[in-house]
């Protein structure tokens, strides 16, 4: 619900600001606006099983709320006295492109292994270099935002929610993981969340 609502959240904030004809809410709508509705396809055609889970009505909210703390970046953006400039907007769409890559190949990916070749760890693709490429393209999706606010307050938030949830969650995928055979070479020429780019290219 969360991400398909970050579109009309996000417009329905440029239509209270009055900032419908802002370049950098413009674009920022299309990023974060097109990042909901890929998280969507997402969920329909190659599913995360971790959001399979049936959540009690509190906890969802809970969740509901702390992911919307997000849209006060998103009112910091909008309502910037200052249009951001061209490099700024440049550098936060590259940071927000090769998120996107990084995340929804990831996922596609680990999708397609677990369901026809469960039992093997997952060390190829996107996974060659880094061990959490799902991670790591969140969290340049999210930077790109922060880019474009140009404020403080994003990157603060942005850092706890890496800090409390990404990382705890990093460290038990990280032992879960350890039990394959494999693990040892894996981690000889990846990193757990940066590309070790010194390591061999798959050909």
Same mark, same amino acid.
């Given at each position: 619900?969360?991400?398909?609502?970050?579109?009309?959240?996000?417009?329905?904030?440029?239509?209270?600001?009055?900032?419908? !004809?802002?370049? @950098?809410?413009?674009?920022?709508?299309?990023?974060?606006?097109?990042?909901?509705?890929?998280?969507? *396809?997402?969920?329909?055609? /190659?599913?995360?099983? &971790?959001?399979?889970?049936?959540?009690?009505?509190? *906890?969802?909210?809970?969740?509901?709320?702390?992911?919307?703390?997000? #849209?006060?970046?998103?009112?910091? =953006?909008?309502?910037?006295?200052?249009?951001?400039?061209?490099?700024? =907007?440049?550098?936060?769409?590259?940071?927000?492109?090769?998120?996107?890559?990084?995340?929804?190949? &990831?996922?596609?990916?680990?999708?397609?292994?677990?369901? +026809?070749?469960?039992?093997?760890?997952?060390?190829?693709?996107?996974?060659?270099?880094?061990?959490?490429?799902? +991670?790591? &393209?969140? =969290?340049?999706? +999210?930077?790109?935002? %922060? @880019?474009?606010?140009?404020?403080?307050?994003?990157?603060?938030? %942005?850092?706890?929610?890496? *800090?409390?949830? /990404?990382?705890?969650?990093?460290?038990?995928?990280?032992?879960?993981?350890?039990? +394959?055979? !494999?693990? &040892?070479?894996? @981690?000889?020429?990846?990193?757990?969340?940066?590309?070790? =780019?010194?390591?061999? #290219?798959?050909?």
């Amino acid at each position: 619900l969360h991400k398909f609502s970050c579109f009309f959240v996000i417009l329905g904030m440029m239509l209270v600001a009055r900032k419908t !004809e802002s370049v @950098t809410a413009c674009v920022y709508l299309a990023m974060h606006g097109c990042y909901g509705f890929c998280w969507i *396809l997402k969920y329909l055609y /190659f599913p995360d099983w &971790g959001f399979e889970m049936e959540l009690p009505l509190a *906890l969802y909210v809970f969740c509901f709320v702390a992911a919307a703390v997000h #849209w006060l970046t998103s009112w910091l =953006i909008i309502t910037h006295a200052f249009e951001a400039t061209g490099p700024r =907007i440049a550098v936060a769409l590259m940071s927000y492109i090769m998120g996107m890559f990084l995340m929804f190949v &990831g996922d596609a990916q680990k999708y397609i292994l677990l369901k +026809y070749h469960r039992g093997h760890l997952i060390r190829e693709g996107v996974f060659t270099h880094t061990r959490n490429p799902n +991670y790591l &393209g969140e =969290i340049l999706i +999210y930077s790109g935002y %922060c @880019t474009l606010s140009r404020s403080w307050l994003p990157w603060m938030i %942005c850092i706890s929610f890496w *800090l409390f949830l /990404f990382l705890p969650n990093m460290m038990a995928k990280e032992q879960s993981l350890s039990r +394959y055979s !494999e693990w &040892g070479l894996y @981690t000889s020429h990846s990193f757990m969340l940066l590309p070790r =780019i010194t390591a061999s #290219w798959p050909h």
